[in-house]
C-alpha cells in the first residue's frame, strides 16, 4: 500500500485490510479447519499435551502456533502446508513417547532427568547450579509450603518438566534447621524457637551440634557462615 492510499479513517481498511469482505467467510472456514487440525493433533500427542508439559511438547505447541497463524489470517496462504507441519510435529511427538518407554538414557537426553535440589535438610547446592536454580527460587517454594527451616524438608527434586516435588518429615519430632524467612520479618522471627545447641551453614544448611559459633568450614558446601539453627 503506498502512503497516498492510506487514509486515517479508513474504517474499511482498517478492519478488513486489502481483502474484500467475503474473505470474513474464508477465514470462518480457515478457523473452523485449524481448529479441528489442532483438536486430533493434541489428541494424537495424547493426554500429556493438556497437562504440565515438558520442554518437547512446548516446542511441539509452539510449532504448531506457528504452522496454523499465517493460513489462519493471510489469503495467500493455503492449508496444506499447516497440515505438513503438523504431521511432522505429531510423527516427532510420537516417535520420541515410543522411544523412551525402553530407553531411560535416550529419555534422559531428550526429555531430561530429575534432580535432587535438598536432601535431609541440606540444599544440594551443584545440582542447583546445574539445573539454573536459584538459592532464593528454591526457599520460595518451601515458605509456600508453610516452611520456616530447612531441617523440615527430607527431599526436594526439579521434575523433569520443571517442577517442583517436595516431601517433608511427617513425624511428630521437631526438626533442627536454617531459618529460611525474611530477615527483614523481625516479628514472626521472634517467635522461632532457637536450638542453643545447634548451628546451620548459611549456605547449603547443615546442622551441627556445638555450644558454640562454629569456625571451620562447612564440610557439606565449603563455606563459612553459620547461624544458629531454629526448631519447629
Known sequence: MNAADAELWDWMRILLGDVPWFFLIEVLIRVTVIYLLLVVSMRVMGKRMSAMISRNEMIAMVSLAAAIGLPMQDPSQ????????????????????????????????????????????????????DSKISRERLL????????????????????????????????????????ILPAWDTDFLQEMTVARDAYACGGCGNVVKSQKKPEHTCEHCGQKQWYEAIRS
Open 140 to 179: 520460595t517454594e518451601f515458605r509456600v509450603r508453610s516452611v520456616s527451616n530447612l531441617g523440615k524438608v527430607q527431599r526436594a527434586f526439579l521434575e523433569a518438566n520443571g517442577a517442583f516435588t517436595i516431601y517433608l518429615y511427617e513425624d511428630e519430632e521437631e526438626h533442627e534447621g536454617l531459618c
Open 78 to 129: 493455503g492449508l496444506l502446508p499447516a497440515f505438513i507441519v503438523a504431521a511432522v510435529i505429531i510423527g516427532f511427538q510420537r516417535f520420541i513417547s515410543i522411544k523412551t518407554l525402553g530407553n531411560p538414557g535416550f529419555e534422559s537426553l531428550v526429555i531430561d532427568s530429575i534432580n535432587a535440589l535438598a536432601q535431609d535438610g541440606r540444599l544440594e547446592l551443584k545440582n542447583m547450579a
